[in-house]
């Protein structure tokens, strides 16, 4: 029998946040990010070992609070795209996104990024602005939920 090497998956949630004016919310990564280095990233992140018996509306709620504060939003609660990512320094990420929409509250970030912006989102922008690995998450959410930009 031929026993292939399986994949292993770091599994991270992350958030598409649109405001009532069709804007995305990207939040910009510190210089010395291990994964975006500077790029624009989205609100979320890795599941803690402690949360693997957690849903994933949990976890991803978790992570918004974390990283841009006590806002009101109205998250779906299915995931809207996937995408899978090999970096040189760990095991392949796998990326869950969830999409909400603004509702109140001022964004307040975290330590983990240095600035927020609402934008249009444009295949330009998707391509200019992000890491490979969120950049499929985004091309996938597109084509997926067949979103016109």
């Not at 983990?112 to 091309?139: D, G, M, V, Y």
Request: with cysteine.
């Amino acid at each position: 029998m031929n026993l292939k090497k399986r994949a292993l998956f770091y599994i991270s949630v992350k958030a598409a946040i649109w405001d009532k004016h069709n804007r995305f919310l990207i939040l910009k990564s510190l210089s010395k990010s291990k994964y975006f280095c500077g790029r624009y990233d989205l609100p979320g992140g890795t599941i803690d070992f402690d949360e693997i018996n957690t849903d994933f509306q949990k976890i991803i709620r978790r992570e918004i609070r974390e990283e841009c504060g006590p806002i009101k939003y109205k998250l779906r609660l299915d995931p809207v795209s996937l995408a899978k990512y090999r970096y040189s320094f760990e095991h392949e990420r796998l990326y869950i996104l969830f999409e909400a929409k603004h509702l109140a509250g001022q964004i307040k970030i975290s330590d983990e990024h240095t600035e927020f912006k609402w934008i249009k989102l444009t295949p330009k922008n998707i391509k200019k602005l992000f890491h490979p690995a969120l950049r499929q998450l985004l091309s996938n959410y597109v084509k997926w939920n067949k979103i016109k930009l």
